[in-house]
């Protein structure tokens, strides 16, 4: 027994030695779960046609804590966005990645994920993702953020809908983060 225990912690020593002289990269990360004050953080009234968001505080559907935000469109679309700051990141932001979790209610959706410069409103990056409303809270991701010479961001969960079935789309913990 204590040649098996000696064994280990030898292993885990030389493990410990072997990363002391290891550089290591640092990550800064922002990030947002709507639990504190989403009316004043998250801009709403990004919509056409019949697309509108709000937030839902303390109804027990959050991914985690207590608020989540929402998406709507029958026929039409909706958006909400939230400003961050990079004056905090390092100044090399060319290894960064966004990300937001979503649930659609009543069938699953094609949810997009933007990233905008406010600066001339030029988009950065984008994708859209199918997800599954059996699922619960999925993530979307955007990797390989360059953002470099950006001050500011937008982050923005984006649905479109072009007549029914009329979805509401959950949204939770926000995530920008750099790795330098």
């Known amino acids: 027994m204590f040649k098996k225990i000696f064994a280990v912690v030898s292993v885990f ?16 990360q922002w990030s947002d779960g709507y639990e504190s004050n989403p009316h004043g953080v998250w801009e709403r009234g990004i919509q056409g046609g019949d697309g509108h968001s709000w937030f839902d505080i303390g109804m027990g559907v ?38 937001i979790h979503a649930d659609p209610v009543g069938g699953g959706a094609n949810i997009g994920l933007e990233i905008w410069d406010p600066v001339g409103w030029r988009k950065i990056s ?30 923005q ?12 789309i959950r949204l939770d913990d926000a995530i920008i983060q750099c790795v330098y």
């Open 126 to 155: 984008h994708t859209v993702k199918w997800i599954d409303d059996r699922a619960g809270y999925q993530i979307i991701t955007l990797n390989n953020l360059n953002l470099n010479g950006v001050g500011t961001v937008y982050l």
């Open 13 to 28: 020593l030389m493990a410990l030695v072997g990363v002391a002289g290891t550089a290591h990269a640092g990550i800064v």
């Open 62 to 99: 959050a991914r985690t804590g207590n608020n989540n935000g929402w998406l709507f469109a029958d026929n039409g679309w909706s958006a909400m966005r939230t400003a961050k700051s990079l004056a905090s990141f390092p100044a090399n932001r060319s290894n960064c990645a966004a990300a």
């Open 157 to 168: 969960p984006i649905y479109g809908n072009n007549g029914g079935p009329a979805k509401y």
